[in-house]
């Protein structure tokens, strides 16, 4: 054992008319990580298991409770993390200061009682944020989400700001992680290196069916011209690609300079020999690759979407698979992947059957919502979440462009 630590069934209270008594054995050291309750004459109450330190109480009795103010932080609790989440959050600046309960489980009706006794949660592009969650959240005294991911489509805000909860999200973390994503995912679909890696693993080093085309001279059309789309143009104009958009708000100073060409969607269906998706998910792009934009679209086009899943029609580009139309398609993102995507499913039975559909294709490409994936942008997030968390304590202001 820890020649600083013992184990302690009780502790006389100097102050409090009565012993504390601590449920089980627990490990005590000088890092304080959990608030700790004093009720008199009826014990200590830990909220959660793990490493604390016992100060000298000297909290006043205030109506038969004592708090002891000293160690109390205020506990997050965070939802749906992996490992990566717990590392990145746990080694934020200031993190200190809080108490984060990580649960490897999503937030949903039936796991919002978990909340309970925290004072803000955190949660990611899956937890369920719509209002009875939020009604129930608010119930238990929760005033802030803090969403460690710029998308907030699985937040009803109207319901959120009617309750009084507030909601921060990061509206950017690293526009180049998504945006080199987008091209990974474009040279490896056309030049097919996933194929000929499984390939010459099997000692097969055959080149059949892995002919590609040149991305120089060809036409990209992006749809969605904000920080990560703008980063891809300039990417594919360096190939020496002609590139064009379409944008609702266009940055025509930038296009103009970076020799970007702004049109209207059907024109850049029609010209491409490759779409990438880059928008927002709204009701004007709420599946707006559809039977009609994939039928304007040049055969053997190529579809990439790192932005959001229901931006595509997902039968829709099956449908255009299968006649041979679309030539391939490269997916970051799927619009039902919740329950799928960041799990395991493996010796599983796949239920999604226009999923399991799209895995039968040999020129379909989907990675598992992985385009934010650096550590850079796992820093950022850590760093915005956090710092929003401790000035909600503190009754500051968020960090610009953060609160919805």
């Not at 989400?145 to 805000?157: H, K, P, S």
């Amino acid at each position: 054992m820890h020649p600083n630590r013992s184990h302690i069934s009780h502790v006389a209270a100097d102050r409090a008319a009565t012993r504390i008594q601590l449920v089980g054995a627990a490990d005590f050291a000088s890092s304080s990580t959990l608030p700790i309750r004093i009720k008199a004459k009826e014990g200590i109450e830990l909220c959660g298991s793990g490493v604390f330190s016992i100060p000298k109480i000297t909290s006043q009795m205030l109506n038969g409770t004592a708090v002891m103010s000293s160690f109390a932080k205020p506990i997050v609790s965070v939802y749906d993390t992996k490992p990566y989440d717990r590392d990145y959050l746990s080694s934020a600046e200031g993190v200190k200061a809080l108490y984060l309960q990580f649960r490897d489980f999503r937030l949903e009706p039936h796991t919002v009682s978990s909340a309970e006794g925290a004072k803000a949660i955190c949660v990611f592009v899956n937890d369920n944020l719509h209002q009875p969650v939020l009604e129930t959240l608010a119930r238990l005294g929760i005033r802030m989400v803090a969403l460690r991911c710029a998308g907030f489509n699985n937040v009803d805000l109207k319901s959120a700001r009617s309750l009084g909860v507030t909601v921060t999200h990061v509206p950017s973390y690293s526009p180049n992680a998504v945006a080199e994503h987008t091209i990974a995912l474009i040279l490896t679909l056309n030049r097919k290196t996933h194929r000929a890696f499984n390939r010459v693993r099997e000692l097969n080093f055959s080149l059949d069916g892995l002919v590609g085309f040149d991305l120089h001279a060809k036409t990209a059309g992006i749809i969605g011209t904000g920080k990560t789309g703008r980063l891809v143009c300039n990417i594919l104009r360096g190939f020496g690609m002609q590139v064009i958009a379409s944008d609702p708000f266009p940055t025509k100073e930038w296009a103009m300079h970076n020799g970007i060409q702004y049109t209207d969607t059907v024109t850049l269906a029609q010209q491409s020999d490759v779409v990438s998706l880059h928008a927002p998910l709204t009701p004007e792009t709420n599946r707006i690759v559809g039977s009609e934009f994939i039928a304007q679209m040049k055969p053997g086009a190529m579809l990439i979407n790192v932005s959001r899943g229901r931006l595509v029609d997902t039968a829709a580009i099956i449908d255009g698979l299968k006649s041979g139309h679309l030539g391939g398609v490269a997916l970051d993102v799927y619009e039902e992947e919740e329950g799928i995507f960041f799990e395991n499913l493996s010796g599983q039975v796949l239920q999604d059957d226009e999923l399991a559909r799209l895995l039968t294709f040999p020129n379909v490409l989907i990675t598992a919502h992985q385009a934010f994936l650096t550590r850079e942008a796992l820093t950022e997030i850590s760093r915005v979440t956090v710092e929003n968390l401790l000035r909600f304590n503190q009754g500051q202001a968020f960090l610009d462009g953060t609160a919805l």
